[in-house]
């Protein structure tokens, strides 16, 4: 007989209470992943698109809904961002110190590769920087979206008129913050159900040809309009086009940043891939990589005349991709996890609301018997977004 069995009967005692760990969703994680090897792949094409009417088609095509996807996904995972203390410190140790760390770091590698008389402008974003900013705008007022009865037609009109106020300027470069503000806004609005819409297979299918008549209409537009539209970057005033064309435009790159979104998002796989743990890993990979192409650009390395060829652009394409994927890496992100994701848990006060709740799972745990202790654990960092890109 063995000694499990007891005078209480055959009952074993209940294993123990474990909690419940949260798993990534595969899906966003391969979305994350692919759009942030697109970013890399259109930064490097950007600087061989004098002349090369083919690359200048798949880049407007890229650029029409690389960002605005990268965007969509962020504002989804910020639905639950309020103002509380624990996402208040997420948002700073997540989003504004990364922002300074690097704009210092870009501005010192322009020093020294380039301009030595280079300034350092925390209110000039350098670069990729830009989405940084606009993200801690975009976060800040998560609220106010979510108590408007019609958020995505006011962002819109916001974006709208950004397009035509040149007084708006380029500090913390708002152009951009407010003209991408609605697929931000679309993202807070998406839920679960809406992803599943678009991966269905019928939608999958429809794609294909959305996506060629997309290329199709990319190709006509190349000596007709500019390809700055496409970066949300400056008012109509900056260009010499009539003044209604910028809202008009607006809506339109909004409305196909939607369509093309959806298709991009029809292909992403939903289950795990060799690339879906990369997904965690993208801020680094958007970070860095811009350290690669702007080196290249101070260097003169882009000129070189084999990039002109095909073999030469392709080439370029994998490079790109590879670069990214490389820096998305485990290696990359213990290395570098104190300045892109610190704790800074001495930097912050305890959060009251975070106190009282540890105590109540105590007490709970313990039962009704248990004595109250008074020291309390630190309070955690953990809580809040990550940057969703």
């Known amino acids: 007989m063995t000694s499990s069995l007891r005078s209480d009967g055959d009952r074993k005692s209940p294993p123990p209470r474990t909690r419940p760990s949260r798993q990534r969703d595969a899906f966003f994680d391969n979305a994350k992943y692919l759009a942030i090897v697109l970013v890399g792949v259109g930064h490097a094409w950007g600087q061989i698109l004098d002349g090369n009417r083919t690359v200048e088609t798949l880049y407007r095509v890229l650029y029409t ?8 996904i962020s504002g989804y995972f910020s639905r639950s961002f309020d103002l509380s203390p624990k996402r208040v410190r997420r948002l700073i140790t997540g989003v504004v110190v990364p922002y300074v760390v690097f704009e210092v770091a870009y501005a010192l590698h322009r020093r020294v590769s380039e301009d030595p008389g280079n300034d350092i402008s925390l209110l000039d974003p350098t670069y990729l920087l830009w989405f940084l900013c606009a993200l801690f705008v975009w976060r800040l007022t998560t609220p106010l979206w979510q108590t408007l009865r019609w958020p995505l037609p006011i962002a819109l009109g916001i ?6 106020t040149p007084t708006v ?10 003209q991408f503000l ?3 806004v679309l993202g807070l609005l998406l839920r ?14 429809w794609s294909v040809p959305v996506v ?10 190349v000596p007709r309009m500019e390809t700055g539209w496409f970066y949300r970057n400056a008012s109509v005033q900056d260009t010499s086009a009539p003044w209604w064309s910028g809202p008009v435009l607006t809506l339109a790159l909004f409305g196909c940043s939607v369509v093309l979104t959806a298709c991009f998002f029809a292909w992403v796989p939903g289950r795990r891939m060799w690339f879906t743990a990369l997904g965690a890993g993208t801020i680094y990979g958007y970070l860095l990589h811009g350290f690669l192409v702007k080196e290249g650009d101070y260097t003169g390395w882009f000129q070189q005349p084999f990039l002109d060829r095909p073999l030469g652009e392709i080439g370029l394409t994998v490079l790109g991709a590879t670069a990214v994927t490389l820096l998305c890496t485990r290696p990359v992100q213990r290395v570098l996890r104190y300045v892109v994701e610190p704790r800074m848990d001495w930097a912050f006060g305890r ?3 975070d106190a009282a709740r540890g105590r109540g799972k105590r007490d709970q745990a313990a039962g009704p018997g248990a004595r109250e202790t008074s020291t309390e654990p630190a ?4 809580g809040g977004e990550k940057v969703s890109v």
């Open 192 to 205: 679960p159900e809406h992803f599943q819409l678009v991966r269905r297979r019928s939608v999958r299918i």
């Open 159 to 164: 974006a709208a008129l950004a397009s035509v």
């Open 182 to 184: 609605p697929c931000f």
């Open 351 to 353: 959060d009251p609301g």
């Open 169 to 178: 300027g380029n500090d913390m470069n708002m152009q951009r913050v407010l």
């Open 65 to 72: 809904f690389h960002m605005p996807a990268f965007i969509v």
């Open 379 to 382: 309070a955690s960092n953990a």
């Open 212 to 221: 060629a008549a997309a290329l199709v209409i990319a190709w006509w537009s």
